[in-house]
């Protein structure tokens, strides 16, 4: 395979996010290619296939990690396809019809687990995608990184909250708020909540949440076509 650090510096067109942000990034883009594709002339580069990596084992990974992070976050997903993906891509040890686990296929193409998974909620986020229920029991809890950052930026309470939307992508406000209140106060979960999403953690929509890690749609046109998720998210 190519040189990790090059490769995930390459552009790429928005196979992996909504093309109108022009939101560019090998490392996420090269192992998922989701639909809707269309970045601008001046970022396109050749779609990442199968066919790109030399190793049988490499076009194995690839093609089962694309194939279950497609299910996990295109719109036109049915129910309990969705569920199955969402299962291999944030409970760990799932296994799909290969043998093949999430981490497993992350490693083997050079990828870092916990940014795909990131990047995947933030797919459903601008696809709107709203979960009738939390993630499976026994799913990833969020990135140890990500939390020692927001206890960094703000405490406790801010962390609880993003802990709570990262179970639960579209997680409705009010719910939201319910489960918070076992641990503050009203005005103090929703202080917590605005904050994260001041810095893009969260994002919220029509009345739902989801965790973002980083958001940049809240970026100026010439910031998000510089915007990289492997430069952003530790």
Sequence with gaps: MRDDDALWDLVESGLFGD?????????VAEV??????GAPRYLETPEITEEDYLEEEERIAFTSLRDQVRLCCNVNTKPAARDSAVEWVFVPGTRDKLGLDFA???????ARPHLIQVRAL??????????PRPLPFLATPLPE???CEILYHFGDEELDAAKAVWFWPGIRADILLDRLMNKMSRPRAQAAMERLEERGYVALWSGFWWFTGRNPSMLSPSSRARFKWSDQIP
Excluded: K, M, W
């Design 122 to 131: 933030y797919q459903l986020y601008i696809r709107q995608i709203i979960f």
């Design 104 to 110: 497993l296929c992350c490693r083997a193409l050079g």
């Design 145 to 147: 990184l990500l939390a």
């Design 32 to 37: 998922t290619n989701l639909e809707d594709g």
């Design 19 to 27: 093309p109108s942000l022009h939101i560019v990034d090998q490392e």
